[in-house]
């Protein structure tokens, strides 16, 4: 099915160990986002990016790296993992025409940092 | 700088009642779009309804309906007649127009809906 894949569902990690967290869209959307979600919070950006090889810092882009190579796929990497970056991701594409707009999200990846 | 601000961390409704979830903003752009999001216990991420800044009406969509009044940036989601399956998270967020369409997302209110 087309859509937005987030990889994997869950991990588990050691801190500083680095670890990357895939994002895949089928549609060839422009947009696409990072976000993080702290247990009983909203969703705070990492960072985004609006086309291949053009990305920008979010609200908390720390400890984190990105690359956007092919339009279709927007990897997260973290360096050095710590403990304070267990939380779950959302990537996010957006898809924009004159009269509506919508970001579609992915399932999310539940990150811990033992 | 953009800011989201939703002030009622949680909400109570009776099921079939309206309920109003406040969402204030700040933006130096001219243009920009906001949106809300439902975010169930299962914790995927539902699209509820845009509001495009140039807008001159409220988006609806359903029983839900965005009361955008742009003078005093605030864009709250009124759901009409409450069901149980509305008890959920419910974020607002917004877009910007520069720097590649920054879309941050305020705290969220939790919405419990009593039978």
């Known amino acids: 099915d087309a859509g937005i894949t987030q990889s994997p569902r869950y991990k588990i990690t050691e801190t500083g160990r680095q670890v990357t967290l895939m994002c895949h869209q089928t549609?060839?959307?422009?947009?696409m986002f990072w976000y993080r979600q702290d247990l009983g919070h909203g969703l705070r950006l990492i960072y985004y990016?609006?086309?291949?090889?053009?990305?920008d810092k979010g609200e908390v882009p720390d400890g984190y790296v990105v690359s956007r190579s092919k339009t279709e796929n927007f990897p997260l990497t973290l360096e050095s993992a710590t403990r304070s970056q267990t939380s779950v991701y959302f990537c996010?594409?957006?898809?924009?025409?004159?009269?509506?707009?919508?970001?579609?999200f992915g399932s999310g990846t539940q990150l811990s940092v033992l | 700088a953009q800011k989201i601000t939703q002030t009622q961390p949680g909400m109570f409704v009776q099921e079939k009642e309206a309920v109003t979830l406040d969402c204030t903003y700040d933006?130096?752009?001219?243009?920009?779009?906001l949106f809300w999001y439902k975010q169930p216990s299962s914790g995927e991420m539902i699209f509820l309804i845009y509001?495009?800044?140039?807008?001159?009406q409220n988006a609806t969509e359903g029983r839900y309906s965005l009361n955008f009044q742009k003078a005093r940036k605030s864009a709250n989601l009124v759901i009409s007649a409450s069901q149980l399956g509305d008890s959920a998270m419910y974020f607002c967020?917004?877009?910007?127009?520069?720097?590649?369409?920054?879309?941050?997302f305020g705290a969220g209110t939790r919405l419990f809906v009593k039978a």
């Open positions: 509001q495009g800044s140039y807008d001159e």
């Open positions: 967020a917004m877009r910007g127009n520069t720097g590649g369409f920054k879309t941050i």
């Open positions: 549609w060839s959307h422009s947009y």
């Open positions: 933006t130096s752009d001219q243009s920009y779009g």
């Open positions: 990016s609006a086309a291949a090889d053009i990305t």
């Open positions: 996010a594409s957006s898809v924009r025409d004159s009269t509506n707009e919508k970001l579609f």
